[in-house]
């Protein structure tokens, strides 16, 4: 029987938002496990590594080049039984490296009802039937839009920017402004409902704007940044300062001048994510990924790499497996206003609440050296049941994790550093770029080769987590 380790060769996309050349993670990583005569442009942008088996970019085996979809469904052992046939003998989750130059679309991804509507309706735009929930974990400083903003930052947006009230109108604003006063953070059911309806009111009535309209009140507000600074935007509010805004609004204009998004802004949390965190996004949920290397560590850092080949990514990211992106904004792709508008949530919280709380990874065992050296093992456990992360940090050579069996699929990237990995009697060379399959039931370990060694393992494993359609 074969061993179930299995190193992948794994495929990039080139995206006009991919970092160019050698400069992308995602390029670099996909030269580490190329077979067949890939090489990087230095001209041409790299944005996303795929791990899976996903038809549209498949995982294959290094040495056979099979599939790596072909294999699991060959052999259920590898994926279990129980998993295989829930995920039709598929993987369950997509596993990706994302890089990072310029803003990604305002989107969100449907729930699994809308998205076999969507597919059903319109497949060219729509390719899957399945829903998307993911999972992003920074390895470099991040920032993003994630979810709507507390109700109360969203008011003092609408009457501390005079082109964003604009573009609402004023009926609109007024209503808004109206249906949530003094409950903005009221906690009845009723209440709850008839805030969603007023934001939902808001957020349409600006997504609808007329492109004349947009282009003329983006020139007012792009002015009104770089002349107001730290008094932009009524000085900005409790989460984000005027001159914070006002320069988020000049570098996204700059990327993409009249956008929409400019004002989408306002009503999205801005986040900015440090090394190590990370935030969940459910089906239906807005979002736009906006760079990574935010912070002023970010370009200290960046400086001091620029003339070393040892980069690292920007984003870790894993979901399910679905290719559906619903977007409207900050894209020159296919744009879907009334299907965003209509199947969003609506709900609004701090960005606190949808970032993450990462705890250590109980079913590993460290040897003395790791432990000695202060190794980790760090687990990142959404509330659905296709896939949880495990990021692992080995800091002296020597140092050594078992991972403990679990009963469904893995597939494990390394991020920096380089070692060895083992299941049974085989062992393989693991470098920075490596991608490799462990199958169900089998433990694996982990040995580092020098004093930063760095990898990343998305597995699935039924635990009483939710499923796609929302039962447990």
Same mark, same amino acid.
């Given at each position: ?14 995206? /006009? ?57 060959? !052999? ?18 997509l ?18 009802k809308?998205? +076999?509507?969507?597919? /059903? =309706?319109?497949?060219? !735009?729509?390719?899957? /039937?399945?829903? =998307?929930? %993911? ?17 109360? %930052? ?11 009230? =604009?573009?609402v ?12 006063? +003094?409950?903005?953070t009221?906690?009845? +059911? ?24 947009v282009?003329?009140? $983006? ?8 002349? /107001?600074g ?38 999205? !949390?801005?986040?900015?994510?440090e ?7 459910? $089906? ?6 906006l ?23 920007d984003?870790i990211?894993?979901?399910?497996s ?9 894209t ?17 919280? *701090? ?16 040897n ?10 760090v ?19 020597? $140092? ?24 049974? *009697? =085989? ?12 199958? $169900? ?24 987590k ?7």
């Amino acid at each position: 029987m074969q061993v179930p380790l299995i190193r992948l060769e794994c495929g990039v996309n080139s995206y /006009d938002w991919g970092k160019v050349g050698k400069d992308s993670a995602a390029a670099r990583y996909a030269a580490a496990t190329a077979v067949n005569g890939f090489s990087i442009q230095d001209e041409k942008p790299y944005a996303e590594l795929w791990m899976g088996t996903h038809p549209s970019l498949p995982s294959k085996d290094f040495e056979t080049q099979r599939t790596l979809l072909d294999l699991v469904q060959d !052999n259920q052992a590898l994926m279990s039984q129980e998993i295989g046939k829930r995920y039709e003998g598929k993987l369950p989750f997509l596993f990706k490296v994302l890089s990072i130059r310029k803003a990604l679309s305002i989107q969100a991804h449907p729930n699994k009802k809308l998205a +076999e509507r969507l597919h /059903d =309706k319109d497949p060219k !735009n729509y390719p899957d /039937d399945n829903h =998307k929930p %993911e999972m992003t974990i920074a390895v470099t400083p991040f920032d993003g839009l994630c979810g709507f903003r507390p109700l109360v %930052e969203i008011s003092h947006f609408l009457s501390a920017v005079p082109s964003l009230r =604009k573009l609402v109108g004023e009926s609109a604003a007024t209503n808004f402004e109206d249906a949530t006063r +003094e409950k903005e953070t009221a906690s009845s +059911e009723q209440d709850i409902k008839s805030n969603k309806k007023a934001l939902q009111a808001a957020f349409s009535a600006l997504m609808n704007s007329e492109k004349s309209s947009v282009s003329a009140a $983006a020139r007012e507000l792009v002015a009104s940044a770089k002349a /107001d600074g730290e008094s932009f935007a009524g000085g900005g509010g409790p989460s984000n300062g005027g001159e914070e805004l006002a320069n988020l609004v000049v570098r996204l204009n700059s990327q993409f001048e009249g956008d929409i998004g400019l004002f989408v802004l306002f009503f999205l !949390n801005y986040v900015k994510l440090e090394i190590g965190e990370a935030m969940f996004l459910k $089906a239906d949920d807005i979002h736009a990924y906006l760079s990574g290397g935010w912070s002023n560590s970010a370009s200290i850092y960046y400086s001091a790499q620029s003339t070393s080949t040892n980069f690292i990514t920007d984003i870790i990211e894993c979901m399910a497996s679905s290719d559906n992106v619903v977007r409207a904004g900050f894209t020159p792709k296919f744009q879907d206003i009334p299907t965003l508008t209509n199947m969003l949530t609506y709900s609004y919280a *701090p960005i606190s609440e949808q970032k993450m709380s990462p705890v250590d990874y109980p079913y590993a065992t460290f040897n003395k050296e790791a432990y000695s050296s202060g190794s980790t093992a760090v687990l990142y456990d959404p509330p659905i049941e296709e896939f949880s992360v495990v990021r692992t940090e080995l800091k002296k050579p020597g $140092a050594r994790i078992l991972f403990h069996p679990v009963e469904g699929p893995s597939i494990l990237l390394c991020t920096k550093g380089s070692g060895k990995i083992s299941v049974g *009697p =085989k062992v393989q060379e693991i470098k920075e770029g490596y991608v490799f399959f462990i199958g $169900a039931t089998a433990g694996a370990v982990l040995e580092s080769g020098e004093d930063n060694f760095t990898t990343f393992k998305a597995f699935c494993e039924l635990n009483d987590k939710e499923s796609a359609d929302g039962k447990l």
